[in-house]
């Protein structure tokens, strides 16, 4: 019965230690470059239900070259801490952590980092079983190319939940201008969970009538449009879904040849509710863009828009 008491006791304490993560993703900045070694700054972001405890003050991540069997760990520190204003009237209340460290990579080479912890909220909707499933953040950095440019900078996004009222086509901004002015792939993949120590991402399950076709279920309907970097979700019912969206960025080099220049995975959050707000607002628009001959015009604001 000791043994039994003991186990129960870990479980829950183990449960309860995570419960309060929501969901997280990586960035990178290029700093500088000497000889064959280039610096880096890894950025690592992590949302915090506002409803848990609170998170520590410093966290690891690890690493390695893609090639290589040698995994090393890098310890970030937070530097900042946000709440965002919740967009939609949704309810979902939480706070961005920040936290960064500089890391010096060889050139020329491909690097994996990667972030975990245990365990996932019950309000993913769309996966199966979240709360016995572990939180994996990754990115893939290239450091530089021979024949191209000699560093890259990951891109950027919005940090707040994409909140949007029950059947209503909605845009949300999936992430802002590459800094370098890459090209940009979109690919929605599975959520992962698994071990950062040893770098061994597994993929997790999607609840039934759920799937990276599908991301929204049955009841759904999502979209990416690559060209203004916004994705369209609607949804008839009342959900919140964490969905996760591969960015790839390809630069090209001296031959003009498309090359790989990165990935960085976002996992975002929609929250779908029946709190929508009859109160209209003024929006103040970002930039706008069209392509000749087209009858359709691009519309950037800082907000969403319903």
């Given at each position: 019965m000791r043994k039994i008491l003991i186990a129960l006791i870990l479980f829950f304490s183990f449960q309860a230690s995570a419960s309060h993560l929501i969901n997280g993703n990586f960035t990178y900045e290029f700093v500088s470059q000497s000889g064959n070694q280039r610096t880096y700054k890894i950025n690592l972001y992590l949302y915090r239900d506002l409803t848990g405890i609170n998170l520590p003050s410093t966290t690891t991540v690890y690493y390695k070259k893609t090639n290589q069997s040698t995994i090393s760990a890098l310890s970030l520190t937070q530097v900042s801490v946000n709440t965002p204003t919740n967009t939609c009237n949704s309810n979902?209340?939480?706070?961005?952590?920040k936290y960064s460290a500089n890391v010096i990579l060889n050139a020329a080479s491909v690097y994996d980092f990667a972030y975990?912890?245990?365990c996932r909220p019950s309000t993913a909707t769309n996966l199966s079983n979240p709360v016995s499933q572990s939180v994996y953040l990754t990115i893939r950095i290239v450091t530089s190319r021979p024949a191209g440019r000699q560093y890259n900078n990951s891109v950027e996004f919005d940090n707040r939940i994409m909140a949007a009222p029950l059947n209503t086509p909605s845009s949300f901004v999936l992430n802002y201008p590459d800094s370098d002015g890459d090209s940009l792939s979109y690919q929605i993949t599975d959520v992962k969970g698994g071990s950062a120590g040893s770098l061994s991402p597994v993929s997790i399950g999607y609840s039934t009538g759920y799937s990276n076709t599908a991301p929204l279920g049955p009841n759904g309907s999502l979209s990416i449009d690559a060209l203004s970097r916004t994705m369209m979700a609607r949804s008839s019912v009342q959900q919140t879904v964490l969905i996760n969206i591969k960015v790839t960025e390809w630069d090209k080099d001296t031959t003009g040849t498309f090359k790989f220049m990165g990935i960085t995975e976002k996992e975002f959050i929609f929250?779908?509710?029946?709190?929508?707000?009859?109160?209209?607002?003024n929006a103040t628009v970002d930039s706008a863009s069209a392509n000749f001959l087209s009858d359709t015009i691009h519309v950037s604001t800082s907000h969403p828009i319903y």
């Open positions: 979902i209340s939480y706070a961005v952590h975990s912890t245990c929250n779908f509710h029946n709190n929508a707000s009859s109160n209209l607002a």
